[in-house]
């Protein structure tokens, strides 16, 4: 067995990371595990999280899998209750989970408008509300959003997904002013374009690959590149530990520098 603490910043924490099966959520566990936090995973599919569970098996971490869809208020309710029942707590929540779905906005139907909204909002809302009792019994929390820079400014092709990232921020910022007093921060992390899937279906909207996008992307930053998942998670590791206790409601941009305001 490999240490697992190589700093130990959230030894003792238990954190419920969700959309844990892929891309950025899976750095943020893998991140989380480094640091010595427990952790309990939720994705739609059993088969990803699997996946993440072997990337920190090496790590002295309890683990617990729950594969589920965040749309699911009753489900959500179970989860939250399973979670509580296995580790006793929630130190940390990372609302991780989201859906693109790219063209322009007379095209889009109806259900794709939904589709967002109800997994990069809804889903947020169910989650957020479900821990936040248990928190707010202990009155101590820290409530990370994973947003976007579409959540900040305007962004091509992308309408429903940009208006569900700007109610994602209008959220964190609100929860954040109703908490302040209760021990529980509350912080959205924006990232422009990070190297996941999710950016295969912003490729399609310009009808070019990957890595052309990645290239037309890169272009636009003044550090000519786009972002990796792990130093997104190395944001979320910075947020969720004592080191940024005073920090609340922010919206904080990680984009190699695209938009300075
Ligand atoms: N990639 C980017 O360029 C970028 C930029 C800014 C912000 N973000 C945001 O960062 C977050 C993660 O993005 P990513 O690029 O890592 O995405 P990704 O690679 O597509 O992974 C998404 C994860 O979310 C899970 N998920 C999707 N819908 C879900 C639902 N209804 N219920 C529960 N879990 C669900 C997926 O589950 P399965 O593994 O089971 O499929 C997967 O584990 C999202 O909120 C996204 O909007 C991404």
């Not at 954040?176 to 990232?191: D, F, K, R, S, Y």
């Not at 070019?208 to 890169?218: H, R």
């Amino acid at each position: 067995m490999e240490n697992s603490n190589n700093s130990g910043r959230l030894e003792k924490k238990v954190a419920l990371i969700t959309g844990a099966g892929r891309g950025i959520g899976r750095s943020i566990a893998i991140k989380y595990a480094q640091q010595g936090a427990d952790l309990f995973l939720c994705a739609t599919r059993q088969e990803t999280l699997r996946e993440t569970e072997k990337l920190i098996s090496k790590y002295e971490i309890k683990t617990e899998l729950y594969p589920m869809d965040v749309r699911n208020r009753k489900g959500v309710e179970k989860m939250v209750q399973q979670s509580i029942s296995t580790f006793g707590k929630i130190d940390i929540l990372v609302n991780n989970a989201g859906i693109h779905r790219g063209g322009l906005f007379q095209d889009f139907k109806l259900k794709d408008f939904d589709d967002v909204m109800q997994v990069n909002v809804y889903g947020n809302f169910h989650v957020t509300q479900f821990v936040l009792k248990y928190m707010l019994e202990r009155n101590s929390g820290k409530i990370i959003n994973i947003a976007s820079t579409a959540g900040k400014w305007p962004s091509y092709g992308q309408s429903p997904y940009n208006a569900s990232k700007h109610a994602l921020i209008g959220l964190t910022r609100c929860l954040a002013l109703e908490l302040g007093q209760q021990g529980i921060t509350v912080n959205a992390i924006c990232p422009g374009f990070v190297n996941t899937d999710m950016v295969n279906d912003s490729a399609k909207v310009y009808g070019i690959s990957k890595e052309q996008i990645i290239e037309m992307v890169s272009q636009k930053t003044a550090m000519n590149k786009i972002i990796q998942p792990d130093e997104v998670a190395d944001l979320a590791v910075y947020l969720a530990s004592d080191d940024a206790n005073s920090i609340t409601g922010q919206s904080i941009v990680i984009d190699g520098g695209m938009v300075f305001v």
